[in-house]
């Protein structure tokens, strides 16, 4: 069975930096395309970022320049890098696996 969990949300100022972490078990996160997604209440879930099989990465134009998407294959865990947050970040950030598995999700707030 695939699991998803993320952690590393929390509340953070405008400029500042986190980092997200997804660890995977029952899929080998190196052999399949992984996905940042995030929402806000009201809203649809939005993708942020995705790392293909191969390493290859794809962005929303929202996060590109700032966030980063990485891999670490021996502990099957995918990361999003995210610098100078801005307040419309603020969201439930969720991993995403092939075949529709989620993880639970993790708040980030951006406030001062």
């Known amino acids: 069975q695939v699991q998803l969990v993320e952690s590393g949300g929390g509340l953070v100022q405008p400029g500042g930096s986190l980092r997200l972490s997804c660890a995977a078990s029952?899929?080998?996160?190196?052999?399949?395309?992984m996905g940042w997604y995030r929402q806000v209440p009201g809203n649809e879930r939005e993708f942020v970022a995705r790392?293909?099989?191969?390493?290859?990465?794809n962005y929303a134009d929202s996060v590109k320049g700032r966030f980063t998407i990485s891999r670490d294959n021996a502990k099957n865990t995918v990361y999003l890098q995210m610098n100078s947050l801005k307040p419309e970040d603020t969201a439930v950030y969720y991993c995403?696996?092939?075949?529709?598995?989620w993880g639970q999700g993790t708040q980030v707030t951006v406030s001062s």
């Open positions: 995403k696996a092939p075949n529709e598995y």
């Open positions: 029952g899929i080998i996160v190196s052999l399949n395309a």
């Open positions: 790392i293909g099989h191969f390493g290859s990465t």
